[in-house]
């Protein structure tokens, strides 16, 4: 009789985080950062149909990288969960805090104990009405969950990129601003292997915001014409 091949729990474990981190740096990276009047959301997507960035309820918005069908999933049961939830008690029992707690339950028991991790991490934003209370919270392949202040930036590059939106983002900065960083950020070259920075066109961008001043829905998207006006020297392509 032969015997069954024996892996322990931590190499199970790291061959699972590695394999879901491989997957999700194969993404573009996305950047949820919060500004004078409300939440941005920026990510490369040339995609019309095919969104990272989406609506939950009310003042909560989603941005995801990694696998389109599996974020999709999630983004699916979320809204009915806050559907769910807003129909049985009432719209402002709704929270980003709620809706972070589901995920992390689900996406830590698909970590550990399916055959394959999600390969996919997760931002759920909330809006208030003053910027002290806005909410931002990062969600891992493994359930991890964390609250993020100001910003939080997600895919392959995340470290890289945070970073370098940490030396130039305050809580003062305009949508028109705040767009400009964003889109500098992702555009920017790595040191380490020479690439030089690229200069990202409207139409290669996907954006969205969640506006504060906004009546009971805050989530709107950002049009191409609209990003060409707000972003400085931006051409429409």
């Known amino acids: 009789m032969t015997q069954p091949f024996y892996v322990s729990p931590e190499q199970l474990m790291k061959d699972r985080a590695d394999f879901a981190r491989k ?24 995609s019309r149909a095919l969104h990272k960035i989406s609506e939950i309820y009310d003042r909560i918005g989603f941005a995801a990288v990694g696998k389109y069908n599996e974020f999709e999933n999630l983004r699916v049961a979320g809204v009915r969960y806050a559907d769910l939830r807003g129909y049985s008690y009432d719209r402002v029992d709704v929270s980003a805090r709620g809706l972070a707690n589901a995920y992390a339950q689900t996406m830590g028991a698909v970590f550990t104990t399916e055959s ?60 028109a601003e705040v767009l400009g960083l964003a889109v500098r950020v992702l555009g920017a070259g790595e040191e380490e ?20 001043h906004r009546p009971r829905r805050a989530f709107q998207r950002l049009s191409v014409p609209a990003l060409t006006d707000l972003l400085p020297g931006a051409e429409q392509k």
């Open 193 to 212: 292997d020479g690439s030089a920075d690229r200069v990202l066109a409207p139409a290669s961008l996907e954006a969205a915001v969640l506006d504060r």
């Open 116 to 175: 394959k991790p999600l390969e996919v991490e997760l931002a759920v934003a909330e809006v208030a009405a003053t910027q002290a209370g806005d909410q931002i919270y990062r969600l891992g392949y493994d359930g991890s969950v964390a609250e993020e202040p100001g910003f939080v930036v997600m895919g392959g590059a995340a470290e890289r990129l945070g970073a370098l939106v940490r030396e130039e983002w305050t809580e003062d900065l305009t949508l």
């Open 23 to 46: 997957g999700i740096a194969r993404g573009r990276s996305v950047i949820v950062v919060g500004y004078r009047g409300g939440i941005a959301f920026v990510t490369e997507n040339t």
